[in-house]
């Protein structure tokens, strides 16, 4: 794949985009903007809900599409609006509620709406940008309170992968589990059947006319796996999730070291020889979120 042959970049934000500080460094600003300059079109695919998309505020001017919440809402960063949302579903969403709270009595519970956010006690603050905008005990008055695109379940005490191990069966098909946070109180995120960052970059491809083969994507965590197989060339970061490490992604290298901008401006140089396969390693534990 040449320069010319890269019509789209997609990127995940935390552990890959953003460094430690949760900013996007100079290099892979730089980086960016060049591609943006030879009219490759910018995407951000995060977990980050849209209100926690200011880091890349500052890059407005190259009017990237924002795929938020793992694809459950398109959002417009320059003109800081919701462009299309997809919900969960609500019945199969109480269903799992109740599954979840009778084999996790002590789980915590919080939900994404188009704008704010919902929770029960037990879970955390998390240093929210943001105070909740709706606080209940009861999960039917949490689904009530907006529009739900994501739900969020924490386990105290299990860590994110064992978490995983232990719902995904119980959740089974009613909505679609993933993972972007490794902690020792794990947090599961599950979006509609079919929402994942990969099928809503799929309607942005369909709407500009850009075939999968055309574009370059970026991820850490599990919520990307989708999003790097789709793309004609896929990168995993150094310190990915082992998920990714298994699957023989391009190496980008580390996300404090902009990996991102130096692995974008060595495609549009045309410098394969500096690419590697990621080599499997142990899971990633980063603490700076999704």
Request: with cysteine; aromatic share 6%; charged share 20%.
């Amino acid at each position: 794949m040449t320069a010319a042959d890269i019509r789209l970049i997609a990127t995940d934000l935390d552990g890959t985009f953003l460094g430690k500080d949760s900013l996007p460094s100079p290099l892979n600003a730089k980086a960016v903007r060049r591609a943006a300059s030879l009219g490759i079109r910018i995407v951000f695919a995060t977990g980050r809900p849209a209100r926690w998309l200011t880091p890349v505020n500052a890059l407005a001017d190259v009017h990237p599409d924002a795929i938020a919440s793992n694809g459950a809402v398109l959002f417009d960063v320059a003109d800081h609006r919701i462009r299309q949302a997809f919900p969960l579903p609500l019945a199969a969403t109480r269903e799992v509620l109740a599954l979840v709270a009778e084999a996790l009595p002590h789980a915590g519970f919080a939900v994404e709406y188009t704008q704010g956010w919902g929770r029960t006690p037990a879970y955390p603050l998390r240093g929210d940008f943001v105070p909740p905008s709706f606080t209940s005990d009861c999960p039917d008055e949490l689904l009530a309170a907006g529009t739900v695109v994501k739900l969020l379940i924490l386990g105290p005490g299990i860590p994110t992968d064992e978490l995983h191990r232990a719902l995904a069966p119980i959740i089974g098909p009613r909505l679609d589990v993933t993972l972007s946070l490794m902690q020792p109180d794990g947090i599961l995120e599950l979006s509609a059947p079919g929402v994942s960052k990969a099928s809503t970059l799929q309607v942005l491809l369909s709407a500009y006319g850009i075939d999968p083969a055309e574009v370059v994507a970026f991820g850490d965590m599990p919520n990307d796996l989708e999003m790097l197989r789709l793309a004609g060339r896929g990168f995993a970061m150094s310190t990915a999730h082992t998920s990714l490490l298994a699957e023989d992604f391009e190496s980008a290298g580390e996300h404090d070291d902009s990996g991102v901008g130096r692995t974008i401006m060595a495609l549009l140089d045309g410098e394969e020889s500096t690419f590697a396969r990621v080599p499997i390693a142990s899971s990633k534990v980063d603490p700076s979120g999704r």
